[in-house]
């Protein structure tokens, strides 16, 4: 891969770090082995980036924009009411658990867990992402408040995190359980006890 320009060098770490790090976790996996799945010189890895951390951030943020234009074109289908978007938009992130097998999770969750007190970059970079995310359900739940299809008494923002940390919750339990009970849960929950 020596042949490689320097941009598709920056993109084939970030592609094959995404998969490691998301795989096997931030701390438990080295530079070395980022390089190895990219198959690119270890010295490449820090003509790109400053520090493992700031690739940690970069992924992190890579990882989100691949998971937002998904959720974008689920959330913002007007030709759907928006509380059935928001049900298969959770209905195909409960599919995407069960297809790995409960042993990724979710990145945001896991760098979460892994790095926010260890990072501020990262912890910062995740902080973005949860304001984002947050903005894309918000936009949807005001939506429903508008056409009447649920209550008004909440704020959308507040609905939005709240469904964040409750589905992020639910899917780190899943990953203990190894089954989609804890997901089940979380859509019984929300979709007939709280978003109606």
């Known amino acids: 891969m020596s042949d490689m320009r320097p941009s598709d060098t920056r993109e084939h770490l970030l592609s094959a770090g995404l998969r ?6 931030f701390n438990a996996s080295g530079v070395q082995d980022i390089t190895d799945a990219a198959g690119v010189p270890k010295g490449s890895f820090y003509n790109h980036f400053d520090s493992k951390e700031a690739f940690g951030a970069a992924v992190l943020s890579r990882y989100w924009e ?42 945001i969750g896991n760098f979460a867990a892994e790095l926010s007190g260890q990072s501020r970059l990262v912890r910062d970079q995740l902080g973005a992402i949860l304001a984002a995310w947050t903005q894309l359900l918000t936009s ?3 939506e ?6 649920i209550g008004a008494d909440i704020a959308p923002e507040t609905l939005a995190a709240f469904l964040i940390d409750a589905f992020e919750g639910a899917v780190l339990r899943a990953k ?4 989609t009970a804890p997901l089940a849960r979380f859509e019984q929950i929300v979709f007939t006890k709280l978003l109606v």
Request: aromatic fraction near 4%.
């Open 20 to 25: 490691t790090l998301h795989g096997r976790g």
């Open 66 to 107: 691949e998971r937002a234009a998904r959720a974008v074109a689920l959330l913002a289908d007007e030709e759907l009411p928006p509380l059935e978007r928001l049900r298969r938009y959770f209905a195909a992130k409960t599919a995407g658990m069960t297809e790995q097998s409960f042993d990724r999770g979710c990145m």
């Open 140 to 142: 949807c739940l005001r």
């Open 144 to 149: 429903a408040q508008a056409e009447g299809a």
């Open 176 to 179: 203990v359980t190894r089954d």
